[in-house]
C-alpha cells in the first residue's frame, strides 16, 4: 500500500473534464512539490507534470495541475480516447532517509 | 536530448545478484544539474524507487530503505553509463526495472526538480526464478 494515496480508477466520457487525486502527508505532499507521470501498456512512465504544475514542452494544455496542503490533482480537460492511460503522482519523502515516493496509480478510462 | 540505453540480463537466479547498466547519451553522467535514478515496477509492489547517483564535485548514492544493504548504485564515466546491482535477490525482486534521469529544470523557481524524471530508459523485465 503506498503512502501516496490514488484512487484506483476514474472515468469519463470524450470532452468532459477529469481529476486524480493524490494524497499523501506533511513529510512528503506538504513539504516537496509533486510530479505526475503517463503510462502505456509496456512503455515506461512519461513526465506529465512537473513542480506542481508546470508541463513539459509538447504536453498539451489540456493536462494540469495543482496542490494544496497535502494533496495535489491532476485534472484533464476536453477527455480524449488517447488520455486512456494509468497516472502516477510522485514526491520526495522527508522521514527518516530521503527518498521518491509514488502513488499507487489511476486508470483512467474513457468510455 | 539525452537518452538512456539499458542492457542486462531478464533472468537471474534466487540468491544472485542482479545487474544491469544504463548507457547515456547527448549528456554527461558526471553532470551537476541531475541524477541518475533506477526505479522497479511489479504488480505487487507498483512503481517502487530504488536510488540514484550523481555527481556534486564527488559522486554520492542514496537508496530506497526496502533496498538498503542489497544495492549499489554507481557510475562509469568511461563508459558513460551507471549501473544497478542487487544482491541475495528473490522472486519478489521480480519487476520491470528502469533507469532514468532526475533533475528538470523549473524556470519559475530558477531550480532543478529531482524527483522529475524526463528521461528514461526502455525498461527491462527481470524475473528471479530457479
Known amino acids: 500500500q503506498s503512502i501516496l494515496t490514488q484512487p484506483l480508477s476514474v472515468s469519463g466520457t470524450p470532452g468532459q473534464r477529469v481529476t486524480i487525486s493524490c494524497s499523501g502527508g506533511s513529510s512528503n505532499i506538504g513539504s516537496f512539490t509533486v510530479t505526475w507521470y503517463q503510462q502505456f501498456p509496456g512503455t515506461a512512465p512519461k513526465l506529465l507534470i512537473f513542480a506542481d504544475d508546470q508541463r513539459p514542452a509538447g504536453v498539451p494544455d489540456r493536462f494540469s495541475g495543482s496542490r494544496s496542503g497535502t494533496s495535489a490533482s491532476l485534472a484533464i480537460s476536453g477527455l480524449q480516447s488517447e488520455d486512456e492511460a494509468d497516472y502516477f503522482c510522485a514526491t520526495w519523502e522527508d522521514a527518516q532517509n530521503a527518498h521518491v515516493l509514488f502513488g499507487g496509480g489511476t486508470k483512467l478510462t474513457v468510455l | 536530448q539525452a537518452q538512456l540505453r539499458q542492457s542486462g540480463p531478464s533472468l537471474v537466479k534466487p540468491s544472485q545478484t542482479l545487474s544491469l547498466a544504463c548507457d547515456i547519451s547527448?549528456?554527461?553522467?558526471?553532470?551537476?544539474?541531475?541524477?541518475w535514478h533506477w526505479v522497479r515496477q511489479s504488480p505487487s509492489r507498483g512503481l517502487e524507487w530504488l536510488g540514484r547517483t550523481f555527481y556534486r564535485a564527488k559522486w554520492y548514492a542514496d537508496y530506497a530503505d526496502s533496498v538498503r544493504g542489497r544495492v549499489i548504485i554507481k557510475a562509469d564515466t568511461s563508459k558513460n553509463e551507471f549501473s544497478l546491482h542487487l544482491n541475495a535477490v528473490t522472486p519478489e525482486d521480480t519487476a520491470v526495472y528502469y533507469c532514468a534521469k532526475g533533475g528538470v529544470y523549473d524556470a519559475a523557481t530558477k531550480s532543478f526538480v529531482g524527483h522529475a524524471y524526463d528521461i528514461w530508459g526502455q525498461g527491462t523485465r527481470v524475473t528471479v526464478s530457479s
Open positions: 547527448g549528456e554527461s553522467v558526471s553532470t551537476m544539474t541531475g541524477a
